[in-house]
């Protein structure tokens, strides 16, 4: 079984999402301050695979956000002998589609991992028949 993990990346926060291959639903997991609870979070929910928000201007072009760029690289380097897979997918707008979101059980989740839930979701979505 695959466990994923969508990540929406920030300066400040890093939002988190969870799903499994077998209902392959994007769930909001929670909000998170570093690189260390990610780790440990990985490790602790047994991810395999995952997802992470892309940076992108509104034109589609990649961002030079040198924050993002070194986060992925400590995170590659971290998981390079746990062989997790890596998954970049376009988070355009993905945080005010959060921001849309009114149910109420939902919406206390917090924007972050809401962001994250709609990385993820869209990423199920599109490799659905490849599981």
Do not use: H
């Not at 201007?57 to 030079?64: A, F, L, Q, V």
Request: proline share 2%; aromatic share 6%.
């Amino acid at each position: 079984m695959k466990n994923y993990l969508g990540i929406d990346w920030g300066e400040k926060r890093i939002g988190l999402a969870i799903a499994d291959n077998e209902n392959n639903i994007a769930t909001p997991f929670k909000t998170i301050e570093n690189i260390s609870k990610l780790l440990e979070i990985i490790k602790e929910e047994e991810i395999n695979e995952l997802v992470i928000g892309l940076p992108k201007k509104m034109s589609g072009d990649k961002t030079d956000n040198v924050k993002f760029m070194k986060f992925v690289e400590i995170l590659k380097e971290k998981l390079i002998e746990k062989k997790i897979k890596i998954n970049f997918i376009d988070e355009r707008l993905s945080s005010v589609q959060a921001d849309t979101l009114t149910v109420k059980g939902i919406k206390q989740q917090g924007r972050d991992s809401l962001s994250a839930m709609i990385i993820l979701q869209v990423f199920l979505d599109r490799n659905y028949d490849k599981n």
